[in-house]
């Protein structure tokens, strides 16, 4: 009996202690030289969600925004999010472990949230920066990673919910970080210990806080949209070119009520006409006697 339960100790200590599960990577995108298309299928509730007036005849298109984009050795990153033209609907963060053949999404689609810059400080430790953008920048996080962009977790920058939005970040090591946040007129300026799981406030100005120049270092890769394309190009330098690696479409869908939506509007109630009244049985004929006899 006293094994058994010892057992029991050491699984529950075990699942306790073991690293959360990464999250269910999305379809996978094969580069075959053209552009790809991001997969994107609107619902109901993301209309409502962003306050789109969408019809069958009038659809809302739906586009793709590449931000930023960072190589790892073969492994490439590119952050961004889905929008209509009045409204940010998800963020997207896309992976590819061998050089831009084949591409995932390695973290869930955030709603009303946008990603717009990505570094790593070695093969293993990353981050991406973020924040919601309904109706306003709001909430900033990052998106951290460990395990060389295998599995990525959220983490905010402020203990509770406010308006604020990333202007810049760096990290010089896999612990000493910093970030600058700007919320209109206000300033501030935080550091983390501790690889960005926690922020501590620095400074706090209502003007614009002099940012210590992070080290300059050659991009190895870029994102531009191509408008002859209609996409975004991904690029990797050669020596003094350019040369294209992968490409995404801009248009990446529409939003437009499904067929739940499109039932036809029930016909008009009318009035059953009351049931005649049965016809008046014809009269018997009178029965006729015999005369006597």
């Keep these: 009996m006293r094994l058994v339960l010892a057992m029991a100790v050491m699984c529950s200590l075990a699942r306790s202690q073991a690293p959360p599960a990464a999250p269910p990577a999305g379809p996978a995108l094969v580069n075959l030289g053209k552009p790809m298309r991001i997969g994107f299928s609107c619902t109901e509730e993301d209309m409502l969600a962003a306050g789109m007036t969408c019809s069958e005849d009038e659809p809302c298109p739906v586009y793709l925004e590449l931000s930023a984009a960072e190589a790892v050795g073969d492994k490439l990153f590119l952050a961004g999010n889905l929008h209509s033209t009045e409204a ?35 093969f293993e430790t990353g981050w991406v920066a973020g924040q919601v953008l309904q109706p306003l920048p709001n909430d900033p996080f990052l998106l951290l990673t460990t395990d060389g962009g295998k599995s990525w977790r959220r983490r905010p920058v402020f203990s509770e919910s406010r308006a604020g939005a990333i ?29 960005g799981e926690t922020w501590l406030i620095r400074e706090v100005s209502d003007r614009p806080i002099r940012w210590k120049a992070s080290p300059a270092r050659e991009p190895v890769v870029r994102v531009r949209a191509d408008a002859a394309a209609r996409s975004f190009r991904l690029e990797r330098r050669d020596g003094e070119r350019w040369t294209l690696v992968a490409s995404f479409l801009i248009a990446a869908g529409a939003c437009k009520p499904g067929p739940a939506e499109l039932k036809p509007p029930p016909e008009p109630e009318t009035e059953e ?3 005649s009244a049965a016809p008046p049985r014809p009269a018997r004929p009178p029965t006729l006697k015999r005369p006597p006899r």
Excluded: H, M
């Design 167 to 195: 202007q810049q970040f760096w990290f010089d090591s896999p612990n000493a970080g910093r970030l600058l946040i700007a919320d209109g007129s206000r300033f501030e300026l935080y550091e983390s210990p501790n690889g």
């Design 88 to 122: 940010t609907l998800y963020s997207i963060l896309l992976a590819s472990d061998d050089g831009g053949k084949s591409w995932r999404e390695p973290f869930e689609r955030q709603r009303a949230t946008s990603l717009d810059r990505i570094q790593f400080v070695d």
């Design 273 to 275: 006409p009351p049931p």
